[in-house]
């Protein structure tokens, strides 16, 4: 009961001092939320690539593109030829016309520029699905220069290529977010001990009344910390609350790149977002130790 009332102490002790010197805490809060707001993005980033990635590795696909001019038994052959293919499936046929409209589509106000063409320029295709194939047995440069080769068959072009790209992005985010995070822990540290040591100042007359009337080190030393570990938790917290929002309006949108299959935007994992909460908590403790640790030895 005793130790429940001492840290109901601290713990007054530590608020006291944050109404304080509210306008110095909130401006290193709002700093610490966005140090970890940017950390939190590349986070949240590498994990929605990473997701995209092993989706797109589930269901890999090919675009059949088809000569100008060929007939309904020319395109039957070629479509003979995709069923040949193991794990092979036809998800859809674009005509010439309906590849011309997706483009006005998506050019939106600017599809006038297409109404001067005098023919249209844009090739009939098959869309064509690998589901659940083993990659390490898939070779889509074979299938590409075998389809090729059917009569009719104009170019053909394959997901693999773009996950490779991806793949590679995946590891630089990755790369990326390490260096960065490590930079922004740095400046982290430094604002929370730059405030506790504001803190200290700001008390330092009721820290040598407390001193002289008998008070222990430590009396003195856990409301400063509970400070640090304050200001690094609500940091967290205000972080993720705003990679939240920018998830909760990502995911009424749905993306597809480069014909790949539609993948929607995830958000953090509960060990992702505790992660967040943790390293905010910690720095926050270890920004107060060092502050601290120029004033009384632990």
Not at 104 to 123: E, V
Not at 153 to 171: A, R
Not at 172 to 190: D, P, R, S, T
Not at 263 to 270: P, Q, T, W, Y
Request: glycine share 12%; with cysteine.
């Amino acid at each position: 009961m005793a130790k429940l009332r001492l840290w109901s102490t601290y713990f007054k002790q530590a608020l006291s001092s944050i109404l304080y010197n509210r306008l110095i805490y909130a401006i290193s809060v709002g700093t610490i939320a966005i140090s970890l707001l940017i950390f939190g993005a590349f986070v949240l980033l590498s994990v929605n690539v990473k997701t995209w990635v092993q989706g797109w590795g589930q269901t890999l696909s090919i675009s059949v593109y088809l000569k100008d001019g060929v007939d309904e038994g020319t395109r039957e052959g070629i479509r003979t030829a995709i069923g040949t293919l193991q794990g092979g499936e036809i998800t859809g046929f674009v005509s010439k016309e309906k590849a011309l409209q997706d483009m006005k589509g998506m050019l939106g106000s600017q599809a006038g520029l297409l109404d001067g063409l005098t023919r249209n320029p844009l090739p009939a295709s098959f869309e064509v699905a690998f589901r659940n194939v083993d990659r390490v047995k898939f070779e889509p440069k074979k299938i590409k220069e075998a389809l090729e080769k059917v009569t009719g068959v104009d170019e053909v072009q394959y997901s693999e290529q773009w996950l490779d790209q991806f793949e590679g992005l995946l590891y630089v985010l990755k790369v990326a977010g390490l260096a960065i995070g490590g930079l922004l822990c740095v400046a982290v540290l430094f604002i929370i001990t730059n405030t506790i040591k504001l803190a200290i100042y700001s008390r330092r007359n009721e820290i040598e009344i407390y001193k002289l009337v008998g008070a222990t080190d430590w009396y003195v030393k856990a409301p400063l910390l509970i400070e640090g570990a304050f200001q690094g938790l609500l940091g967290g917290l205000i972080a993720l609350g705003i990679l939240l929002a920018i998830h909760f309006v990502l995911s009424f949108k749905v993306i597809q790149i480069f014909g790949l299959p539609f993948m929607g935007f995830v958000f953090l994992s509960e060990s992702y977002a505790l992660g967040i909460l943790s390293l905010g908590l910690v720095l926050g403790l270890l920004g107060s130790f060092i502050a601290i640790g120029r004033f009384f030895r632990f």
